[in-house]
């Protein structure tokens, strides 16, 4: 096994495309993270990892980081992940975490952590759901909007709130004021839902790539939007707002072009599983996050 390090997330996407869009519902947050990064979306971190492991010449997984996040790997064989936590702990030995797929992201931590005389511990287990036809709830009061630079500070605050909440070990002390101003001076990437004038939810989505952008290592051949972010203040929470949300947001994506939209959802949740799957999204597949915890 050889591991090799891109310098920049095109160079990284230009050889691992046609690797990604195998399965690009499971792949999909290393993808939309260097498609952000490409687009400027969200700016680019200066010791960011984009990782690829080679089996005999042919390219057998993908992994990266982007502080403060740790490991994101791919589907992969456990030989590949282990070349790729050998790598990580030589010259990246501060990973706070490491997930993705149940059994590379395993081999992974468990290398990873043997390495550097740590341990691992379970983090957060998510179910992969996509959507190719959505159900939108009825009866919700209000309606879909962009998010608005004169949003920021309150989409901040619920990122904040969020990332306690849900995000305890990717990277949820970080300010996120920065990655939410690139994301709403894009456009069309952050969204509210608002009832009488007043933000009720929010979430994101990534962007939809386009077929003539004239970067063919970031044209999908499956476009796939992903939805993220899916907050709802405690005050305004059991009214549909989310639902709602969620099913615009991946109304208008498919509307525009997108296959299909997938999101994530919290194992131990089991009422954001449940309004997902009502408004037509399906389970395909899981997630493992892996804690990362040294000795003392």
């Not at 990266?64 to 790598?87: F, N, Q």
Request: hydrophobic share 40%; net charge neutral.
């Amino acid at each position: 096994m050889r591991v090799a390090l891109d310098p920049d997330p095109a160079s990284f996407l230009a050889r691992t495309w046609k690797f990604l869009d195998r399965d690009p519902v499971q792949h999909n947050v290393i993808r939309t993270a260097a498609q952000a990064r490409i687009a400027g979306d969200v700016p680019l971190e200066e010791d960011a990892l984009w990782l690829r492991v080679h089996d005999d010449g042919v390219l057998a997984g993908a992994a990266i980081s982007t502080p403060p996040r740790g490991a994101a790997l791919s589907a992969m064989p456990r030989a590949a992940a282990e070349a790729i936590a050998d790598w990580a702990a030589v010259h990246r030995p501060d990973l706070p975490t490491a997930d993705g797929p149940g059994a590379p992201a395993a081999a992974f931590a468990r290398r990873y952590a043997g390495l550097l005389g740590g341990q691992v511990r379970g983090g957060l287990a998510q179910t992969m759901l996509r959507v190719d036809r959505v159900e939108h709830p009825r009866g919700v009061p209000g309606r879909m909007r962009e998010a608005l630079p004169e949003d920021l500070d309150l989409v901040v605050d619920w990122q904040r709130d969020f990332s306690a909440q849900v995000l305890r070990h990717h990277g949820g002390d970080a300010d996120p004021t920065e990655p939410l101003q690139h994301r709403i001076a894009a456009g069309g990437l952050v969204w509210l839902w608002e009832v009488d004038g007043r933000p009720v939810s929010v979430a994101w989505q990534s962007r939809l790539p386009k077929p003539d952008d004239g970067r063919a290592a970031t044209v999908p051949a499956t476009r796939v939007v992903r939805v993220s972010g899916v907050y709802t203040p405690a005050g305004h929470r059991g009214h549909g707002y989310a639902s709602a949300n969620v099913a615009a947001i991946s109304q208008r994506a498919l509307d525009g072009g997108a296959t299909t939209c997938m999101l994530y959802a919290d194992k131990a949740n089991p009422t954001s599983n449940k309004i997902y799957q009502a408004i037509g999204y399906r389970p395909v597949g899981e997630s493992q996050e892996w804690l990362l915890v040294r000795p003392a």
